[in-house]
């Protein structure tokens, strides 16, 4: 994204990119679905063919970018990179933060369904309504990101972590639904 656009733009994009991401999961994942129903597991591994046709029109229609020429006289020192603990920091709290998401997710029908407040049948419907919630997290986090700055991941982060304890707590579906709205854009 970073060699077609820049700022806001760029922000912008990227959100509707992630939107649309989680909005494609969602189809995939309905027609992998619909595919094992019908024809078997085997016949799931088939919703990798649409890959093909999105490659192509990939290749046919995003320009290859151009890499600015630097000047012969500009001599750059080799130097030893370092770790950025900011990095370090972000990258292994995002990993834990993924997998207690991942895990909360994948485990949320059987919460419901355990807990007696509601079937696999409205998890299920919570699980494939979550997409459409991240496409509209998606769509609104350039702005987002221009408002709240460097404050933005740790409070989506936070909401999340927010929204995961209320559904461990949870007595009644409505709430147990909140995790995936509130959970899935962090």
């Avoid at 970018?65 to 292994?92: G, H, M, Q, Y």
């Avoid at 995002?94 to 355990?114: N, S």
């Avoid at 407040?117 to 509209?136: E, H, K, N």
């Amino acid at each position: 994204m970073e060699l077609f656009f820049a700022g806001n733009e760029k922000n912008i994009l990227m959100g509707i990119r992630s939107g649309f991401e989680m909005f494609g999961d969602a189809v995939c994942a309905y027609i992998a679905g619909a595919l094992l129903v019908d024809y078997g597991w085997h016949s799931s591994f088939l919703v990798y063919g649409l890959a093909f046709p999105v490659a192509i029109l990939f290749y046919l229609y995003v320009p290859e970018p151009t890499t600015p020429t630097s000047t012969p006289t500009a001599v750059k020192k080799e130097r030893r990179r370092r770790l950025n603990p900011d990095v370090l920091f972000w990258t292994i709290l995002l990993a834990v933060y993924q997998i207690t998401y991942v895990g909360a997710t994948v485990r949320l029908a059987e919460f419901i369904e355990d807990s007696k407040i509601g079937s696999v049948q409205q998890a299920a419907m919570i699980i494939s309504i979550a997409p459409f919630f991240g496409l509209m997290g998606g769509i609104i986090f350039g702005r987002a990101l221009q408002y709240l700055r460097k404050y933005l991941l740790p409070l989506a982060i936070i909401a999340s972590g927010v929204s995961q304890i209320i559904v461990s707590f949870a007595h009644s579906f409505f709430y147990s639904s909140l995790r995936d709205v509130f959970g899935d854009d962090a």
